[in-house]
């Protein structure tokens, strides 16, 4: 029998929950933590993609993602194989890691948005020695929304939930904690978490399916490229042996893998023929060009009309 497909939207904002398989810690270490913490930066940037709020516990993490309309399914593939594969490495196991596919419901309006906040938040309640001192667990967000800790990884856009409760960030932050305190032990809270408990039975992914896509035509994509970059596509895809074609092949590569989550199969066939590797390679290089230089990082924005 199939399984149901997964609620998805292009503009959603979604709660994710991961948990690791039942006879195994998640996170054994605070090295652990720190580590999926890098990974979680690493890929909201690679992907464009904003965190709201997070918590690590030792069997599992909550995560307040808006994916900024990259495919939430692609996104999480990646950050959990890139620590299934350092967590295996780290402790000579193999096998899986995770509890099958991670659980995630959509997040649609202001209500439901603080009080999951408040939820992920107030996790820490049930770890020894923060029964109280939530805001002071490390691996949690709570710290760096009530000012009692900066955001060491960058990784948090506090300003669109503190902003619900005030401009004056001072005020907002001493709001959010109340709202956040007054919640803890609310049957709101016992009744967000049944919810995302039942997205692991009723919100799983069809294979089927096709991804949720911030482009649906290559040949348009790589057209706006071409205007952004100012240059003549597909013909400079074509041509090899060129530093520049080089650059420019690693930056389509690394787009299209971004903004229309395209597997590197079907890049493929549009950047020509290359192994798996290769467009790996290929992705990962154009990643490091929008991250180090103006003029890709400005053709990349346009792409997606920011700043």
Same mark, same amino acid.
């Given at each position: 029998?199939? %399984?149901? !497909? #997964?609620?998805?939207? $292009?503009?959603?904002? +979604?709660?994710?929950? /991961? ?6 810690? @998640? ?12 990974? @979680?930066?690493? *890929? ?9 709020? +997070? &918590? @690590? ?31 295996? %490495?780290? +402790? ?26 408040? *939820? ?21 967000? *709570?710290?760096?929304?009530?000012? &009692? ?11 669109? @939930? ?7 960030? /001072?005020? !907002? ?26 997205? +692991? ?24 490229? $071409?205007?952004?970059?100012?240059? #003549? ?13 080089? /650059? ?8 299209? #893998? ?7 199969? #079907? ?12 467009? /790996? ?25 920011? $700043?």
């Amino acid at each position: 029998m199939p %399984r149901a !497909a #997964r609620k998805k939207s $292009g503009e959603s904002m +979604y709660h994710v929950m /991961s948990r690791s398989i039942s006879e195994i810690d @998640l996170f054994r270490c605070d090295e652990d933590k720190a580590y999926y913490l890098t990974l @979680l930066k690493r *890929y909201t940037e690679k992907y464009y993609c904003k965190i709201y709020a +997070y &918590c @690590l516990m030792n069997s599992h993490v909550h995560l307040y993602i808006n994916p900024c309309g990259f495919d939430i399914s692609s996104f999480m593939l990646s950050l959990n194989t890139a620590y299934v594969t350092y967590y295996n %490495r780290r +402790y000579q196991r193999h096998g899986h890691l995770f509890q099958g596919r991670f659980a995630s419901t959509i997040v649609d309006n202001d209500t439901y948005s603080l009080t999951l906040s408040a *939820y992920i938040h107030n996790n820490a309640k049930d770890l020894p020695d923060y029964a109280g001192k939530e805001e002071l667990y490390r691996y949690s967000s *709570y710290g760096i929304y009530t000012g &009692c800790r900066k955001d060491a990884e960058g990784l948090v856009d506090t300003e669109f @939930l503190l902003k619900l409760f005030s401009y004056d960030k /001072s005020l !907002a932050r001493q709001k959010y904690r109340a709202f956040t305190e007054c919640m803890r032990e609310t049957g709101i809270m016992k009744e967000v978490d049944d919810r995302i408990l039942r997205a +692991y039975t009723e919100n799983e992914y069809r294979s089927e399916k096709k991804p949720v896509v911030r482009y649906e035509s290559p040949e348009e994509l790589i057209r706006k490229i $071409g205007e952004a970059l100012g240059e #003549r596509l597909p013909e400079r895809l074509r041509t090899k042996y060129s530093r520049e074609t080089s /650059s420019i092949r690693a930056f389509v590569t690394y787009v299209m #893998r971004v903004l229309c989550g395209y597997t590197y199969k #079907r890049i493929c066939e549009y950047i020509g023929n290359m192994s798996m590797s290769g467009i /790996s390679r290929l992705s990962n290089e154009g990643f490091r060009l929008f991250s180090r230089h103006v003029r890709y990082r400005h053709a990349f924005n346009s792409l997606i009309q920011v $700043g």
